[in-house]
């Protein structure tokens, strides 16, 4: 079955840098982008950003571009989120997620099927 599992969340200062990892199974990961959400506390699961499946392609949203990096590792299955330049705004829990449909670059949630469990990121003034 599809699994994705998030790690390496933590506490961070604000300035710092943080790289989460997403390691999946069950599916071929190479023909799917993968895409990063994240929830603040109180707010709602919101997009960060997505990385096509040859990882040629990317978007990100505004509130992180410039900041984050996406990245995979397609012969270890797992795709990376690099975290720069830390806001106290980026504290959330940070999910993976795979779309529904192969090859497919969504920026919404109903366009992806499965999800991680998230990973909590904290940051510090």
């Known amino acids: 079955q599809v699994q994705l599992v998030e790690s390496g969340g933590g506490l961070v200062q604000a300035g710092g840098s943080l790289t989460l990892s997403c390691a999946t199974s069950?599916?071929?990961?190479?023909?799917?982008?993968m895409g990063w959400f994240r929830q603040a506390p109180g707010k709602e699961r919101v997009f960060v950003g997505a990385?096509?499946?040859?990882?040629?392609?990317?978007t990100y949203a505004d509130s992180v571009r410039g900041r984050f990096t996406i990245s995979r590792d397609n012969a270890k299955n797992t795709v990376y989120l690099q975290m720069n330049n830390l806001k106290v705004t980026d504290t959330a829990i940070y999910f993976c997620?795979?779309?529904?449909?192969?090859?497919?670059?969504?920026?919404?949630?109903?366009?992806?099927?499965?999800w991680g469990r998230g990973t909590q990121v904290t940051v510090s003034s």
């Open positions: 997620a795979r779309p529904a449909s192969v090859h497919y670059l969504g920026v919404t949630q109903p366009e992806y099927d499965y």
């Open positions: 069950g599916f071929t990961f190479g023909d799917y982008a």
């Open positions: 990385l096509s499946g040859g990882g040629a392609s990317s």
